[in-house]
């Protein structure tokens, strides 16, 4: 089993930074897949950037250029630098795990809220 547990999130102006971690116990990081998705009231979830186990990584238009995924294996421990924020940004942000070769995200974190003002 995968526990997964975000960290980072808050409020902050629009053009700011912020930095989420997600801690990952139970099993080896660098056996999954990684990806940090969002969602916004009212809205359904989105996928916003992901990572595979082999160092791939792929985002959403919306944050291409701003947004960064990266993972520290040796700490466990998957990473999303988020630049330049936006009011439209402003969600629940969740980290999930997912096995090699698999599709879905089998694991999920509890989210971290991330609020950006105008």
């Known amino acids: 089993q995968v526990q997964l547990v975000e960290s980072g999130g808050g409020l902050v102006q629009g053009g700011g930074s912020l930095r989420l971690s997600c801690a990952v116990s139970?099993?080896?990081?660098?056996?999954?897949?990684m990806g940090w998705f969002r969602q916004a009231p009212g809205k359904e979830r989105e996928a916003v950037a992901l990572?595979?186990?082999?160092?791939?990584?792929s985002y959403a238009d919306s944050v291409k250029g701003r947004f960064t995924i990266s993972r520290d294996n040796a700490k466990n421990t998957v990473y999303l630098q988020m630049n330049s924020l936006k009011p439209e940004d402003t969600a629940r942000y969740f980290c999930?795990?997912?096995?090699?070769?698999?599709?879905?995200?089998?694991?999920w974190g509890q989210g971290t809220q991330v609020t950006v003002s105008s």
């Open positions: 999930a795990a997912r096995g090699v070769g698999q599709g879905r995200f089998d694991f």
């Open positions: 139970g099993r080896t990081l660098s056996d999954y897949g």
């Open positions: 990572s595979s186990s082999g160092g791939r990584t």
